[in-house]
């Protein structure tokens, strides 16, 4: 029995570069919680930076996932 | 497709690609003069800003009106927050003016992308967030050589105190940095955000539709779900798109206050 598959290869890249921004963002939050959780008062700074920093590591993934679609 | 899906009719599914982000309105396929539908949006968005202002500021109290306290809100939210943090507090009102446009600018154009019976966020079409980005690009390069002058702002890529052999790995690495990675990624972040965004919508949307109306019985629950996460991604939606118009101002601003930075 054989099978077909298709589809173009940038599936493949696009997978591989999801890794990455996963993790990054994984670490970034287990931070944001560390911090919130030694210093409750804290939660009002930290959030910004939180945020700022899942955009930017979201952003690498999302690279991934566009290039994907258009070339 | 599989046939367990093709029950009723063997209609097949297109899923959504990039030919749905092509929408025109006036012109030929192939022409690259042709008026699409973000473009006249984007005007729209324009014409939307100037008219809140200019009703938010049209009867000034001290003790404000609802409008006049949402228009302050976003511009004091804007200029604290990032311009004054960011750029510092002597030179910042300089360049209130291009950090307030460029945040209300996206934070409309993204909006659109949720408002129903619109749906189409503006900033999915690459072109928009390049124009952006090239305005970010050249205003902090030309403060930059404003203020140390040419050779100046070269010299400064590199901080003081290094050893001699490894200066021209760290002048080839800021320079690659400022002048080719950082457009790029502004650009390509706030397109990528949009683009990704309304296709995730379109394939939960248009599935949902599919699955429902074409598909088999034991298939309309996944159609039901489908529609429900086509809800909560409408939601996750706008709160990426709210973040995506701050991160742009607010690395704008840092670029434009890295370049006025003093010391290294």
Redesign the interface.
């Known amino acids: 029995m054989t099978g077909e598959i298709s589809g173009s290869l940038n599936l493949i890249g696009f997978g591989l570069s999801a890794i990455g921004p996963g993790v990054g963002i994984g670490l970034i939050f287990a931070a944001y919680i560390n911090g919130v959780a030694r210093q409750p008062e804290a939660r009002g700074m930290l959030q910004p930076i939180a945020f700022l920093g899942f955009a930017l590591a979201e952003a690498l993934a999302l690279f991934g996932l566009v290039l994907a679609f258009v070339l | 497709m599989s046939p367990l899906v093709l029950a009723a009719q063997g209609e097949s599914f297109t899923p959504p690609?990039?030919e749905d982000f092509w929408w025109p309105i006036l012109g030929s396929d192939t022409s690259p003069w042709t008026l699409t539908r973000p473009a006249v949006m984007a005007i729209l968005s324009v014409v939307l800003i100037g008219w809140f202002l200019l009703a938010a500021t049209r009867h000034r109290s001290i003790v404000p009106g609802r409008l006049q306290f949402v228009g302050e809100g976003a511009y004091g939210f804007i200029r604290e927050?990032i311009g004054r943090d960011l750029i510092g507090s002597r030179d910042f009102l300089k360049f209130m003016p291009l950090l307030f446009t460029q945040f209300t600018l996206i934070l409309v154009n993204n909006l659109f992308g949720i408002i129903p019976f619109v749906q189409y966020p503006t900033m999915s079409r690459f072109g928009f967030p390049v124009a952006l980005a090239a305005i970010t690009y050249i205003t902090f390069h030309a403060v930059g050589f404003r203020k140390k002058g040419f050779v100046g702002y070269f010299k400064d890529l590199v901080p003081p105190g290094l050893p001699a052999w490894i200066v021209p790995f760290i002048f080839l690495l800021e320079f690659v940095d400022k002048f080719i990675t950082r457009p790029l990624?502004l650009s390509?972040?706030l397109?990528?955000?949009m683009?990704?965004g309304h296709?995730l919508l379109l394939v939960f949307i248009l599935g949902a539709e599919y699955l429902l109306l074409h598909g088999a019985p034991a298939l309309k629950i996944a159609g039901v779900l489908s529609g429900v996460l086509a809800i909560v991604m409408t939601f996750f939606e706008l709160l990426v798109e709210v973040?995506?118009a701050?991160?742009f101002t607010?690395l704008t601003a840092l670029y434009i206050g890295g370049a006025l930075a003093e010391e290294h």
């Open positions: 690609g990039k927050s990624t390509l972040r397109f990528a955000n683009f990704a296709l973040l995506q701050y991160i607010l």
